[in-house]
């Protein structure tokens, strides 16, 4: 009998299923996110993250329509509320986000974490709520057909992938910082296998960056939390940012 499952499901039906198996043993990003829910709508108190966030709505509303603008600044905001949240547990104050038009936003930090696993916690902090806000336009989507869910989803997982890069001060960069040269080998050989399984074309990019940075200077002891994590984070996203759209593909 032939299988009439939709290609997607098909091809990437059973690594989606371990995906899946992980996003439980992480305690399931969507679930963290909404526990959260009551810290991010404390950002939204300031009136220079809402003027700024938008300022930066405005520009993409010109660019993608409203609809599209107003997933694209929630996603960036949920995943800058990341990075504060892991700022605050170590004690470490910092500001709401402030949004750069074209370029994403920022955070001020009064002190910087002081030692690399913090650093590095604190950097995939951001991916992680991003790819709790992530889901929940996925499961919006799923819920309702509506392709502008699907092209927030597809969005943020794809540009919370991108800032796994390891390099400068992307939170892949940060992570890196933590891991010693024979965990950044396995993160190279895991970005590889990622990338066969999802042909996703930016593990492309990470792979290079990751051989790269592979040759670095590295600490001495592991960190394997921090590598646990980046692989979890690269996978998911990778596949979540696999989803097609409907109209575009």
């Not at 993409?60 to 949240?85: C, D, N, P, Q, R």
């Not at 869910?149 to 892949?172: S, T």
């Not at 040269?181 to 990751?210: C, D, H, K, M, T």
Request: proline letters at 6%; a positive charge; zero cysteines.
């Amino acid at each position: 009998m032939a299988d009439k499952r939709p290609d997607f499901v098909r091809r990437f039906g059973p690594v989606i299923g371990g995906a899946l198996v992980l996003l439980w043993k992480v305690k399931f990003a969507l679930v963290f996110l909404l526990t959260k829910a009551k810290f991010l709508l404390l950002g939204l108190t300031k009136m220079s993250t809402l003027f700024s966030m938008a300022a930066a709505a405005g520009v993409y509303w010109t660019l993608w329509g409203w609809k599209f603008a107003l997933g694209v600044v929630g996603s960036i905001y949920v995943h800058e509320m990341g990075h504060v949240a892991a700022l605050r547990r170590y004690g470490i104050k910092a500001s709401a986000p402030m949004f750069i038009p074209g370029l994403g936003a920022v955070i001020r930090l009064q002190q910087y974490p002081a030692t690399p696993a913090e650093d590095a916690r604190t950097g995939l902090a951001g991916p992680l709520w991003g790819l709790g806000a992530a889901i929940v336009a996925a499961a919006i989507y799923f819920a309702t057909r509506s392709p502008i869910w699907a092209a927030i989803a597809h969005f943020g997982a794809w540009v919370n992938l991108f800032n796994l890069l390891p390099v400068w001060q992307l939170d892949g960069g940060r992570a890196f910082q933590a891991l010693t040269r024979n965990q950044r080998w396995i993160a190279v050989a895991a970005l590889g296998a990622i990338w066969f399984a999802s042909g996703e074309p930016l593990l492309v990019l990470l792979l290079i960056a990751a051989v790269a940075r592979a040759f670095g200077q590295a600490p001495a002891e592991p960190d394997r939390g921090a590598l646990s994590a980046y692989v979890a984070l690269a996978m998911i996203l990778a596949l979540l940012s696999r989803l097609p759209v409907p109209g575009i593909g």
